[in-house]
């Protein structure tokens, strides 16, 4: 069953002065749920205005936005706040998105305040606890500001914090590019982890085709405000048909000296011919 | 651990230190002030060779950028020792204005954000013109040198393209004006920190290519400094892995990739996701580095180590040869041993 829909979504900027900039032209997407499901493609092809006009913060030009039966962008009173409530989010920047100045326990436990699901400040506390324990850290980061944490830390905090009231639906933005290997593994097992346990779905957008491979089991291709190619991760990513694909694919670094010299000896012949 | 069974022949540098072109030995930069210094870099030594390509890696905070940035002494703040002699001159021992003549001129540099290296307020071509003119190179001169080494990293219509400003150029454009400005005075060294990462792959790639192209037909040298395993296997002969302010680890890119020595190198190189192949999940290094003004006593990694042992919460290990050649630093490989096995390793070798 499809979770969240995306029927024919264009959206056009316009600005004073300028050609207007076509962000989106006819995106068709669907997130089945219990799935992880990859969207990938090059800076401004379009991926955060995808997730700007699911968060409402961007009107769609045309076309449809269907979250469990709610068409998002009309959503009003009721509908809107089970959006906000069961549709989550994780960006990028782990210290743009936590307010410097909330402890842990507020920044985690904000979302069960406002959405009225933990009332009692001790029982509140102690959902935190848990879910912090979850997620690697510990009761005793409660009190702590999220500066004092580390790049990885502060991205476990955000994950929590979106974990919170229980989402159906977690939206990442580049959840790990900020992030050292060592600690981007760290984030992709908490998340794999986290949704094989709770079952919820995820929409995973990625710019690293090797980090789509290893968690998601979908993945679409975005470019120039275009999805054009979608499949199982393994068939794309194995088989790609789309020569964007191929270079995107072909673009990847290997950490294999032998076939990365290879590729560079190639490269620097395709380039002595252009 | 199978690395000492399958020694490798190989030594990572029996080249003569004389004709190094830059050596670093035991630099130490200490930042903040006197009564609670933080020591930031331990001794890192580092020899490069004309035309040598060699990676500096390791996780956010290791040091990378501080080590890089000291040997150019771009942060007067910092207390360096040791010494960094580059074409036989200890760089630490000369003026701040002997200093300049190195910087940009002798040495070219490469930041990660090229945004931030370009003044948004000067046309291109008065930028990478720049250099020169401070060298006293005419205009004439200087703007026919500037189209030349533009046209060599591919930017199209170069002349007319001068006229514009950073703004008006993509992110990959603005990282080969960076590149050019580094190139122009016709450097025998460029330092590269994380010239790529801000960039899309395919960006990424033709950057490097063009790096990969200029510092072959030039014998350029390159230190690159980056935290993708990736980039470095295709681009570098040589890798130098750092941890919590040290050197922990040196080999050639290709003992590196096939018998890490070091676990953290070990570590590092399990996490890396691959396009080529899933796992059911993905290995990590548990917990973080520590702060640098709270490292744990004995070796720094000890926390995160799997191997660790008692020798290790006590004990800062030397840098020692390493089985499969280059050095490392871990109790895991006991003196004798390493050096019979690479003594081994190079009669195999020879
Ligand atoms: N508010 C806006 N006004 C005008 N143009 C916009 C606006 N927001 C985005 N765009 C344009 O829409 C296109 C898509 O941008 P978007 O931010 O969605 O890309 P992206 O895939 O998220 O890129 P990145 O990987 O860099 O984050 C770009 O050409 C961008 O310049
Ligand atoms: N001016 C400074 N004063 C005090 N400490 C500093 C200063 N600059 C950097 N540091 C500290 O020195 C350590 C090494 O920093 P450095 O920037 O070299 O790391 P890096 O390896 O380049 O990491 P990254 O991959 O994030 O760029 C870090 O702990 C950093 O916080
Ligand atoms: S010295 Fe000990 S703790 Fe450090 S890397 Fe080697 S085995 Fe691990
Ligand atoms: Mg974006
Ligand atoms: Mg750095």
């Known amino acids: 069953m499809s979770l969240l829909e995306l029927r024919d979504v264009c959206k056009t900027f316009h600005a004073f002065g300028r050609e207007p900039v076509k962000a989106l032209r006819d995106i068709n997407l669907t997130v089945e749920e219990g799935t992880i499901t990859g969207l990938v493609g090059e800076s401004g092809s379009g991926k955060t205005t995808i997730i700007k006009s699911i968060m409402g913060l961007e009107k769609p030009t045309s076309g449809t936005i269907t979250y469990d039966g709610i068409n998002i962008p009309e959503a009003k009173g009721d509908e809107l706040r089970r959006v906000r409530r069961e549709v989550q989010f994780v960006f990028q920047d782990p210290t743009s998105s936590l307010n ?108 690293d085709l090797a980090v789509v491979r290893q968690i998601c089991s979908r993945v679409a291709v975005i470019q120039s405000g275009q999805i054009v190619e979608e499949g199982p991760s393994e068939t794309v990513l194995a088989n790609p048909t789309h020569p964007y694909t191929q270079a995107l694919l072909r673009a990847v670094p290997n950490p294999n000296p032998t076939v990365a010299r290879q590729r560079a000896q190639e490269r620097l012949a395709e380039e002595k011919v252009a | 651990m199978n690395t000492i069974m399958t020694a490798l022949p190989e030594q990572t540098d029996t080249r003569p230190e004389v004709d190094a072109l830059l050596s670093v030995r035991n630099l130490t930069i200490d930042a903040g002030t006197k009564p609670d210094p933080i020591r930031l870099v331990q001794d890192f030594s580092l020899d490069m060779f004309p035309g040598d390509r060699v990676a500096l890696v390791g996780e956010s905070g290791s040091g990378k950028s501080v080590t890089a940035r ?116 016709n450097p025998s060294l460029i330092i590269a ?21 200029v510092s072959k037909e030039r014998g350029l040298a390159v230190l690159l400094i980056t935290h993708d395993l990736g980039t470095v296997a295709g681009f570098t002969d040589r890798v130098a892995v750092m941890y919590s302010g040290r050197k922990v680890d040196e080999a050639t890119v290709d003992n590196l990739f096939e018998h890490p020595a070091h676990p953290y190198t070990q570590g590092l190189l399990q996490a890396v996701p691959r396009i080529d192949q899933t796992v059911p999940r993905l290995l990590t290094i548990a917990g973080a580095p520590p702060h640098p003004a709270a490292r744990p006593a004995g070796c720094a990694f000890n926390p995160r180590c799997p191997k660790a042992f008692d020798l290790c919460r006590q004990e800062v290990p030397e840098l020692r040869p390493a089985p499969g050649g280059g050095v490392v630093a871990c109790h895991h490989y006991p003196e004798a041993e390493a050096e019979a096995e690479a003594e081994a390793g190079e009669e195999q070798g020879a």
């Not at chain 2, 591919?154 to 454009?173: L, T, W």
């Not at chain 2, 990462?197 to 192209?213: I, N, S, W, Y």
């Open chain 2, 193 to 213: 920190d994380e010239p790529t990462t801000a960039l899309d792959v395919r960006v990424q790639e033709q950057v490097l290519t063009l790096m990969d192209k």
């Open chain 1, 100 to 207: 410097p100045r909330m402890t842990v326990e507020k920044l985690v436990g904000e979302g069960l305040l406002v959405h009225k699901l933990e009332t009692d400040r001790s029982r509140r506390r102690a959902r935190v606890a848990d879910l912090l324990t979850m997620v690697g850290l510990s009761d005793r980061d409660l009190d702590r500001h999220p500066r004092s944490f580390s790049g990885g830390q502060r991205q476990r905090i955000a994950i929590a914090r979106a974990l919170a009231i229980g989402p159906k639906l977690l939206i990442c933005d580049e959840p790990v590019s900020a992030l050292d290997v060592s600690v981007q593994a760290q984030v992709l097992n908490l998340l794999q982890d986290m949704q094989e346990e709770l079952g919820f779905t995820v929409l995973f957008i990625a710019h």
């Open chain 2, 70 to 185: 000291s040997i150019m002494r771009l942060d007067p703040d910092f207390r360096l020792s040791g010494s960094v002699r580059f074409q036989g001159q200890d760089l630490l021992k000369l003026s701040d204005r002997q200093m300049v003549r190195v910087r940009g001129h002798k040495i070219g540099m490469v930041f990660q954000d090229p945004m931030g290296a370009l003044n948004p307020l000067i046309t291109i071509g008065e930028q990478v013109m720049e250099p020169l003119r401070i060298a006293g190179v005419s205009r004439s001169e200087a703007e026919r040198r500037a189209k030349d080494v533009l046209d060599e990293l591919g930017v199209v219509n170069a002349a007319a393209r001068m006229k514009a400003y950073p703004h008006e150029f993509s992110g990959g454009m603005r990282q080969r004006v960076v590149l050019a400005m580094a190139l122009i005075s």
